[in-house]
């Protein structure tokens, strides 16, 4: 049985040699074997640097491979690139052979900016004589005040910046130690930073505006009064957690999955099914864009992409027992790649757990007087990353009638800039006197390849209607539900319509319910962007897959982001706006749904010094998978230790 780890506190690190499922992601082991390889070739050697590595995940066949007891060969992916040359390769390597496999490359790709060269690109910043001029000019003498951050630089055509592997930077300053530099902005300095050459190449100037002194701090330790605590609230679980880890492999209630990560998108989730029937191939976080809305100073560059320039995955938490996760948890750690060739292990990197779900369902029949309740639960599958001055926060949940839902949590500090008092940027906000919040958007894109009850399936647009003809509307009330099959690439780029309470629903023509119509699952647009960027500017270029709610693709497992493979400084070809120029076939085949949605975030002064979690996110809801109520058969029960509150034996009194 010590395979299987059935969840209880601090018992649950895996620690295991050997992948268990053939979409399990790469071991450390197999990592650093890949690493040999690629530096025992002759193409490379030991100066090489490693961008990603990750499983080549096994096309959908090797599932069944696997099931009917067979090996399922382990392949990975790498990108790499040298330090004194321009572009990256992309590798395949075959961990069984310990060969290359595969290798393109594309000279004119930038790898994405690394966790290891953020600090180096401080340094680099905080040396450079013209930026201790400017900074001079703002009074600050102490350069190891400064505090320099990474920012990705875009693609805007800047005189001397051609093809250059480059940072754009934004600074504060710190007033002592440990203090957050975010409530001092150094306004109008932004440094450029060509990451290779590691040198700076321009410092921007774009004058200066008083540096907000006041202190706003966040950290425990700065504050000296808390209001008074709520009583303790213990999740508590004595018989353990209810689901069922099999190394990455997950069964809870009627739900099982595998438990992917890679460095790029963080958590993926893979052959997700209920009571057996599948319903998701693969689901992740694919891309993000944050666009500001402010044109003044090097502002206009903030459009950062943060999974395809920086990697969710590589910028994620190690989770604390207790803090970021409560009552019965079992954690799995994840291991990646640095940059020069050694193991980045992330510990309690992905938080497994059960959540109360409020209730689930009732009915109390007024004439009998009997009630029916069930409470219900979720399974919780989430990470944090740190992505500079933000965190992302990320939950799956499951629930007992069949809903997939996605909730990204939005927290961390907002970027910051300095005005004078009272006078706050037409685009943005102020948060504090002199320190405004500028106008912008988190846009996130779901990539969700479907599996309905299988292969087979296709796209239906749902819209609701009144009734246009007066001779069946007698009253006027009349409306109904029109379902029309989208049934090519170009005929499924579709956007909200709140006017038709419009939604998509993902259905197998093949598979029926008792109602003689086809299995589906339904993704209603709850929390859908406008998008402000002109289409034909630098970042609206970059950021194509905004300008839908919905785009749905004929599979192809190496159409992976809806932005492009290669983001940084991307010219904003190779996303899903051009896969989608093909004008496959969408009906009855394997598809990919591409879901935007996000946060549309004009700064609060409750943002700041540290944003409460802001909310977006989706659900997958069954919408005719099921012949009835999936939790109709949750058995009753009365939770015995729930009690009256205030000790007394009657909560209600009068
Ligand atoms: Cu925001």
């Known amino acids: 049985m010590d395979d299987l780890i059935h969840a209880t506190p601090g018992a649950a690190q895996m620690g295991k040699a050997e992948p268990r499922h053939p979409l399990e992601p790469l071991t450390a082991a197999e990592i650093r074997a890949v690493m040999s390889v690629i530096k025992n070739s002759p193409d490379f050697g030991e100066t090489v640097l490693f961008e990603t590595i990750e499983l080549k995940e096994p096309p959908r066949a090797a599932l069944d491979d696997f099931a009917a007891g067979k090996t399922v060969p382990r392949e990975a992916r790498a990108n790499v690139f040298l330090a004194d040359a321009p572009g990256v390769w992309r590798l395949t390597i075959s961990l069984a052979d310990e060969a290359i496999t595969t290798k393109t490359f594309r000279e004119t790709a930038r790898p994405m900016i690394q966790l290891e060269q953020f600090l180096q690109i401080e340094d680099i910043v905080r040396a450079h004589p013209d930026f201790i001029a400017a900074c001079a000019k703002r009074g600050i003498t102490d350069m190891s005040m400064v505090c320099v951050d990474p920012w990705s630089a875009g693609n805007f055509s800047v005189p001397g910046e051609e ?6 930077t934004f600074s504060w300053l710190r007033l002592r130690k440990d203090e957050n530099f975010y409530a001092h902005p150094i306004e109008g300095i932004n440094a450029v930073v060509d990451i290779k050459a590691g040198k700076v190449i321009r410092v921007d100037d774009y004058g200066a505006v008083p540096i907000p002194m006041a202190e706003f701090n966040y950290e425990a330790q700065f504050r000296t009064e808390f209001r008074a605590p709520l009583k303790p609230l213990d999740i508590v679980q004595p018989e353990g957690a209810s689901f069922v880890l099999n190394g990455r492999h997950i069964t809870w209630d009627k739900w099982s999955l595998v438990i992917g990560f890679n460095a790029r ?5 893979h052959d997700i099914r209920f009571d057996n029937r599948p319903i998701v191939n693969r689901a992740a976080l694919a891309e993000m864009v944050v666009p500001y809305g402010v044109p003044e100073g090097g502002h206009f560059r903030k459009n950062v992409f943060d999974i395809g320039e920086y990697g969710l995955g590589k910028l994620t938490n190690s989770l604390q027992l207790g ?12 291991d990646l790649n640095t940059m020069t060739g050694d193991i980045f292990h992330i510990e309690k ?4 757990h059960e959540e109360d779900a409020g209730i689930l369902w009732k009915h109390w029949d007024f004439r009998t007087e009997r009630t029916e309740v069930r409470r219900g639960r979720k399974l919780v599958i989430s990470s944090i990353a740190t992505v500079g001055n933000y965190e992302y926060a990320s939950y799956w949940y499951f629930t007992q009638d069949g809903m997939i839902e996605f909730e990204m949590k939005a927290t961390g500090i907002i970027n910051t800039s300095a005005c004078i008092p009272g006078q706050p940027s037409k685009y943005g906000a102020e948060v504090a006197p002199g320190l405004q919040g500028h106008i912008h958007q988190h846009a996130f894109c779901a990539r969700l390849e479907m599996a309905v009850d299988g292969s087979g399936n296709s796209i239906v647009e749902c819209n609701t209607v009144a009734e246009e003809d007066d001779a069946k509307n007698p009253y006027g009330n009349a409306y109904y539900q ?3 099959v989208l049934k090519s690439e170009l005929a499924a780029c579709r956007k909200a319509n709140p006017a038709t309470q419009r939604y998509w629903k993902i259905i197998n023509p093949n598979k029926h319910n008792h109602t003689g119509k086809p299995t589906g699952y339904k993704i209603y647009p709850a929390n ?8 034909d500017s630098p970042s609206g270029i970059r950021s194509r897959f905004t300008e839908n709610h919905l785009w749905v693709t004929k599979f192809d497992p190496e159409e992976r982001y809806p932005a492009g493979e290669y983001m940084n400084h991307s010219d904003g070809s190779g996303g899903v706006a051009d896969f989608v120029k093909a004008d496959r076939n969408l009906e009855n085949t394997n598809l990919v749904l591409w879901h935007v949605f996000g946060v549309h975030h004009q700064p609060r002064t409750e943002d700041f ?3 409460p979690c802001i909310r977006t996110g989706f659900s997958l809801m069954p919408s005719g998978f099921f012949d009835q109520n999936p939790g109709i058969d949750v058995a009753p029960e009365v939770n015995k230790a729930s009690k009256l509150a205030g000790g007394s034996t009657s909560c209600c009194t009068g």
Do not use: R, W
């Open 163 to 168: 093809g250059g592997y480059l940072s754009h």
């Open 265 to 269: 998108e963080g958590l993926t989730l």
């Open 323 to 334: 803090c970021d996760c409560l009552g019965t948890i079992a954690y799995l750690d994840v």
């Open 349 to 352: 990197a992905i938080c497994i």
């Open 482 to 484: 029109t379902e029309t």
């Open 528 to 535: 859908v962007l406008a998008s402000f960027l002109k289409p």
């Open 609 to 611: 010094p540290v944003q």
